[in-house]
């Protein structure tokens, strides 16, 4: 089972939204905090202008719906709707962006790699 993090959801809003680093993490613990420690939530907890965010993240793939149907005692039908983590969407976005900036990074990352006592005899 996948997990999605805050930092994932962050990093997959910044790769496809194309927010900054500070936007996209108050929008991921924003929708990290709704749906907790679930894959899906019913879309009656949301206000109309949170509702928004979430019609965003569906248009770029980070977010699907579904509904399910149930027949009343009376005859009637009752429909509820979900919002639902795409979780290979989510991952490949963060992973996407990860690697944007690793290759950004690139540059100087022999010095990250490098051991610690290798700076300490540079010190001498």
């Known amino acids: 089972m996948e ?9 997959a809003i910044q790769d496809r939204i194309g927010l900054g680093l500070e936007e996209a993490d108050r929008d991921a613990e924003f929708v990290m905090d709704i749906f907790g420690f679930n894959d899906r939530i ?12 979430f019609y965003i993240l569906e248009e770029e793939g980070l977010l699907t719906t ?36 690793g290759s950004a990074d690139h540059e100087f990352g022999i010095y990250a790699e490098m051991p610690e006592d290798v700076w300490a005899a540079r010190k001498r």
Do not use: C, M
């Open 3 to 11: 997990i999605i993090t805050v930092e994932d959801l962050s990093q």
């Open 42 to 53: 019913i879309d009656n907890v949301l206000e109309p202008e949170d509702r928004q965010l």
């Open 66 to 101: 579904e509904r399910e149907e149930t027949t009343l005692y009376d005859g009637r039908e009752w429909r509820t709707h979900y919002w639902l983590f795409r979780k290979d969407k989510i991952l490949a976005s963060a992973e996407a962006a990860r690697a944007k900036a």
